[in-house]
């Protein structure tokens, strides 16, 4: 068979007389109309018969030659036992009748036409079988075949007994079926010789064969008798059946690759392959029956038959079913009479039921067709065991062994020469579906349960090739990348799939009511799985087809969770890797080195390197620089040979545990068990470095994966960073290992130290050496893409990297500054700055530096205006370590403040370039101009309180205060609603507040320039009526509402005292009572949380100074309350006074009254300020109860 297999083709363009026949054919046209269609009217009952051929080694059809009458063919032609194209083995061995199918002839149709095998096929056969099959209810003679499951596919082969014991008597192999066969069906067994008008028969057919398509009728006499030449051919006969049973099958090598494994006697060595479908019932069959050309057809079948001998309705069903299976529409019959030719007869193949003494009905073998299928998928359930289906000669009766279950009693299950080429064809049928681009997930129960069923048959000592690859596609069918939805995306998993079986599944009920399936047959035979009683059983319609349907089992495995997915591939990749290392010699086990042959060289190996030139290179030149690069590497310390199938699977092998651990890590991760998390990226990276040092070519997407597994690693050492109250749970959990790890990492260790990440994955109990950690994995992350190239192909994940990086920097530069701040806080005498604290400084600016150029190189604004602003606050710390501790009443504002205030105003308003707008994200805009603002009166306060007057003038310091001040409202957004509102309109009413005391003190102490006084006098006023409406609106801010208002009393007294005439005195007296007025409200909110505050001490005694509430200090109430009893006290008083002067002079009704309230809240204070028992709620009270009488009608309008 030297042609190509087109297992996907229809027939290959052979001409209209290669396909001819009685049904529809997908090219070419029957030549009666009769035969347009599937469906023909044959021995006066419908039949459906199609049939496609897959694949042929036939030469174009020639016509056959007629024969003269008279012809002997007891003389050989010239060309007898010649090779021939056209006859091909039929030429020796009559149609294949005469010779002994091959044992495994199904398995070579099964390897050559993969794709049909477990789904569209039904059976798989030597047409030869197939007939015996169809003529059990007619025949006599034994049958013996072998039944093997494949998916819903049964493969059927010729189980010869006779050959079989003959072979066990040889070599010990088969005793147990011998004996058990002995025991239970024939005690009396022994070889039977065929006759010798066997051997006659066979003879003139093979000679008749030959001379019609030698075609000159003439018999070319040959030195030796005829008799001499037949016992050859029934030796070659004998031993090509002999030769047919192989040694117990080993698989080739090759055997991922070449499917043929001819060398084992798998090969498909039939003239064609044809998909026959008889009825609903697919079937591909082998056939080597030799097909002619000229008769009123394009095709017929040449038949020679004994005139002197009827033909009988086994001979008529095996014509019939020899052109159905062909597709050939004719038969053409010769007879001869003692070897002379007598005469041609021409019969259409739907003739051929209706021959004269060969009647038989073809809807009866429609049903004897379908009832032994039935009854062969009903109780052939089990993939990878071996059936024997068995009648004996002259019995009624068929039984169904289950041979592999037989054979396990045995002491050697191996003996089975089946086991291999199931196990065999079992992982084909799972890698050729595997292999489909088009591959449901519901067929991935097939699979597993194909390939679970191949590894139950093999010896893992015999097979590990196998074995290890059934495991990894194992491991293969578990998509550890699948989405996180667990509920939706499993769905498609969870279906049952008709077309899987497993071995644990019980045999089904006994569902026929007829009881056919009853064991207790004549013999009471409990060994067999199943027993047609009668032969007759088969002939009646549909009597088995009440339990046709066989129950789906063996679904794929529904995974809850990913970590039990996981731990599913990474058994499989177990078992994969215990195969690949017991198949590895040990050193000691090697055989010496052959003087005569040349070593291997590492430069062989450069023409097949894959990827951009010198990867290797800077891949080496990287782990040299993380410290991972071992002595020797790129070496197997177990001694496997590069290139061996060894190395290639255990690469895969490895590579898979390193996918699955870092799922595991991932899951671990988001469920927050950081120790867990650390211990299977541990795992992870241990797998790829073991992976690196076994691969000379390392790959880019294995490059992408270790950039991932880095990338997730510091993720891990950042969160555990930040989660060291828990440090204890995490150790525990990241030492726990279980024995599927433990037994994996030793695999690992049998080829590398797996070592090389190490540095990556130590668990530290220091939070700088854990942060330094993330960031050395985010760094080592990030060079891979960028030496591979990566960042091009993968831009979602190069973002995600940099972010990372930016994100540590910016943590580790907050941890540096912190400690700053730390030392800082520490610092009390010294004025002087450390030399650590600049060392810490310096370490968090460049943390934060990075981090801004990571943000900024893939346009991160948000990110990096926090990191700005971070910066900006690191200038903060430098400015206040500046400030000194030394003697307050020397302190000046120094330059260097001034200077690192500045710096931290330069990176805030990089911060808001950076952002753009506030729409961009207005928290953080938000938060950047509230920091801006305070550093802006930051640094006014400091100016304003410690006046560098050594330096400048006293109005060059009044005017930085002011503009400070005033850039410090312009980005204290106190309109704006938010949460930081309240904050706002507290810093806008203290600026305001600040400004109107700077502008008051300036009046006080300005002399001269009456034209800048005034202008003090209007914004001191402005800002002190500014400063009050903002403390107004906030509710727990009374103390400084009530200084801000006694110091526009101060004031007002201030101006007083400056105006001559009483008038004007009076009227800007009346305008300080009035202030007083307005403090009400601040004297309520003080009320009210003094009597929330269950604390009452007396006005004598001394309050703590920070008190339990945070709003309320009692020492400064105490204080202002003080202040405000004397100066109201003093402001009656004048009053009293500048009022009882001007009624001397005129008299004033108005005034009158006023003066008589004056006198009469005066007189009232001054008696409650003498009371030196009542409680600070009290004075508060009497205050209250004063304003309350003086907004009635103590002040002159």
Not at 881 to 899: I, N, Q
Not at 1069 to 1095: C, N, W, Y
Request: aromatic share 8%; hydrophobic share 35%; net charge negative.
């Amino acid at each position: 068979m030297g042609d190509p297999k087109e297992a996907g083709a229809e027939a290959p363009p052979l001409g209209a007389a290669a396909r001819g026949g009685l049904t529809l054919l997908p090219q070419g046209e029957s030549e009666e109309p009769a035969a347009q269609g599937s469906a023909l009217l044959l021995g006066g009952g419908e039949v459906k018969s199609r049939a496609v051929v897959k694949y042929s080694s036939a030469p174009p059809r020639t016509a056959f030659a007629r024969l003269e009458e008279k012809t002997d063919l007891k003389l050989p032609p010239a060309n007898w036992l010649r090779e021939s194209a056209t006859l091909g083995p039929a030429g020796t061995t009559v149609l294949g009748s005469s010779r002994k199918s091959k044992p495994f002839s199904s398995f070579g149709m099964a390897y050559d036409f993969i794709d049909s095998v477990g789904n569209d096929v039904d059976v798989v056969s030597d047409s030869e079988n197939i007939k015996k099959l169809l003529k059990i209810p007619y025949s006599k003679s034994h049958v013996s075949m072998a039944v093997h499951r494949i998916g819903r596919t049964l493969l059927l082969d010729e189980l010869d007994i006779q050959e079989l014991f003959m072979r066990s008597s040889q070599t010990g192999d088969w005793t147990w079926l011998k004996e058990f066969y002995q025991r239970l069906i024939d005690q009396k067994w022994q070889r039977k010789k065929k006759s010798k008008e066997h051997w006659y028969q066979k003879a003139i057919l093979s000679k008749f064969l030959y001379y019609s398509i030698n075609g000159d009728g003439a018999a070319q006499p040959v030195p030796s008798a005829a008799e001499q030449q037949e016992s050859p051919s029934a030796d070659q006969t004998s031993g090509s059946g002999g030769a047919s049973w192989p040694a117990p099958f080993e698989m080739p090598s090759s055997v991922s690759e070449d499917p043929s494994a001819s060398s084992q006697g798998l090969k498909n060595d039939f003239v064609r392959n044809i998909l026959w479908t008889f009825e609903d019932i697919h079937m591909l069959v082998g056939s080597n029956m030799p097909i002619f050309g000229g008769g009123r057809y394009p095709a017929v079948s040449l038949r020679l038959r004994d005139n002197n001998k009827p033909i009988n309705v086994l001979t008529g069903i095996d014509y019939w079913l020899d052109n159905l299976i062909c597709n050939v529409p004719e038969l053409v019959m010769c007879f001869h009479v003692n070897g002379i030719v007598q005469k041609y007869e021409m019969i259409k193949t739907e003739e051929i039921p209706n021959l004269e003494n060969s009647n038989f009905s073809t809807k009866v073998i429609k049903d004897i067709a379908q009832n032994i299928l039935s009854f062969l998928k009903s109780n052939c359930t089990k993939e990878g065991h071996t059936y024997w289906l068995f009648k004996a000669s002259g019995s009624d009766v068929v039984k169904l062994y289950d041979l592999t279950t037989l054979c396990e009693e045995t002491e050697d299950k191996y003996q089975n020469p089946f086991t291999m080429p199931v196990a065999i064809l079992l992982y084909k049928v799972a890698c050729n579906m595997m292999m489909k681009k088009n591959q449901n997930k519901k067929h991935y129960g097939t699979i597993r349960t194909l390939l679970l069923n191949c590894v139950r048959l093999l010896d893992k000592s015999r097979h590990p090739q196998i074995i290890a690859s059934a495991n990894y596609m194992l491991s293969e069918l578990f998509q550890l990348d699948e989405p996180k939805k667990e509920d939706s995306s499993e769905s498609p998993l969870n279906e049952n799939s008709d077309e899987s079986y497993s071995e644990e599944e019980e045999e089904m009920p006994d569902s026929d009511e007829n009881g056919s399936y009853s064991s207790s047959d004549p013999s009471h035979d409990n060994k067999a799985v199943a027993i047609i009683k009668s032969v007759g059983e088969l002939s009646v319609p549909e009597k088995y087809k009440s339990i046709h349907q066989i129950r789906p089992s063996c679904a794929f495995p529904v995974c809850h969770d990913t970590e039990e997915r996981c731990r599913l591939v990474l058994s499989y990749v177990l078992e994969g890797l215990k195969s690949v290392d017991s198949s590895i010699k040990k050193e000691s086990d090697l055989p010496a080195a052959d003087p005569s042959t040349p070593i291997p060289l590492k430069y062989e190996d450069e023409s097949s390197r894959g990827g951009p030139e010198g990867l290797e290179k800077q891949m080496a030149l990287f782990l040299d620089k993380m410290g991972s690069l071992q002595k020797g590497n790129y070496s197997s310390q177990s001694g496997m040979i590069p290139g061996s199938w060894q190395h290639k699977m255990k690469l895969q092998l490895i590579l898979k545990s390193s996918k699955a651990y870092y799922v595991l890590s991932d899951a671990a991760m988001s469920l927050q068990k950081y120790g867990r998390a650390l211990r299977y990226i541990k795992l992870a990276l241990q797998s790829h470095d073991t992976y690196c040092c076994l691969c000379t070519n390392v790959l880019s997407e294995v490059l992408l994966f270790l950039s991932q597994y880095l990338t997730l690693c510091g993720d891990i050492q950042l969160m555990l960073a930040q989660n060291a109250s828990n440090r204890a749970a995490h150790l525990e959990e990241f030492h726990y290992q279980t024995k599927e790890d433990q037994e994996i990492l030793h695999s690992l260790h049998r080829e590398s130290s797996c070592q090389g990440f190490a540095w990556a994955t130590d668990l530290s109990t220091d939070l700088e050496s854990q942060l330094s950690v993330s960031c050395k994995c985010y760094e080592a992350a990030n060079e891979i893409l960028q030496f591979s190239d990566l960042k091009n192909q993968n831009p979602e994940h190069y973002v995600q990297v940099l972010k990372r990086m930016g994100n540590i920097r910016n943590e580790i530069g907050v941890f540096y500054m912190n400690q700053a701040a730390a030392l800082q806080s520490e610092r009390v005498v010294s004025k002087s700055v450390s030399a650590a604290e600049q060392q810490l400084w310096k370490k968090s600016f460049s943390c934060f530096e990075k981090g801004i150029h990571n943000f900024e190189s893939i346009g991160d604004a948000t990110n990096a205006a926090l990191l700005l602003c971070n910066t900006g606050r690191l200038m903060r710390i430098c400015a206040q370590a500046h400030c000194g501790a030394g003697d307050e009443f020397k302190r000046e504002f120094s330059p260097e403040e001034g200077l690192y205030y500045n710096k931290a105003v330069d990176y805030y308003l990089k911060a808001l370039r950076s952002l753009g707008t506030r729409d961009i994200h207005p928290a953080v805009w938000d938060s950047v101009h509230w920091e801006l603002s305070t550093t802006y009166f930051t640094m006014a306060t400091l100016q304003q309180d410690y006046a560098p007057l050594s330096r400048k003038a006293q109005e060059q310091i009044e005017k930085e205060v002011s503009e400070a001040m005033m850039k410090s409202l312009k980005y204290c957004d106190a309109d704006l609603p938010s949460a930081r509102q309240p904050l706002c309109q507290y810093r806008a009413a203290t600026i305001h507040h600040r400004l109107a005391s700077m502008y008051h003190s300036c009046l006080r102490n300005q002399v001269g320039d009456e034209h800048l006084r005034k202008q003090h006098r209007v914004l001191a006023d402005l800002h002190y009526s500014k400063a009050v409406k903002l403390f107004q609106l906030l509710k727990d801010a009374p103390c400084e509402l009530l200084r801000v208002q006694l110091e526009r009393v101060a004031f007002a007294e201030f101006q007083m005292a400056g105006q001559n005439s009483n008038v004007g005195k009076l009227k800007t007296l009346s305008g300080a009572l009035d202030i007083m007025v307005r403090t009400e409200h601040a004297f309520q909110l003080l009320r009210k949380e003094l009597v929330e505050d269950p604390e009452q001490p007396k006005s004598g005694e001394t309050a703590p100074a920070a008190d339990s509430s945070p709003s309320l200090n009692r020492e400064e109430v105490i204080k202002l309350l003080g202040i405000f009893e004397s100066r109201l006290s003093f402001l009656l008083l004048q009053s009293i006074k500048l009022l009882s002067s001007t009624k001397k002079k005129t008299s004033n009704v108005e005034e009158d009254v006023v003066l008589k309230t004056n006198k009469h809240i005066y007189s009232q204070l001054l008696r409650a300020t003498a009371s030196k028992g009542a409680t600070l709620v009290e004075r508060v009270d009497v205050v209250i109860h004063l304003l309350e009488q003086l907004a009635r009608g103590g002040t002159v309008q």
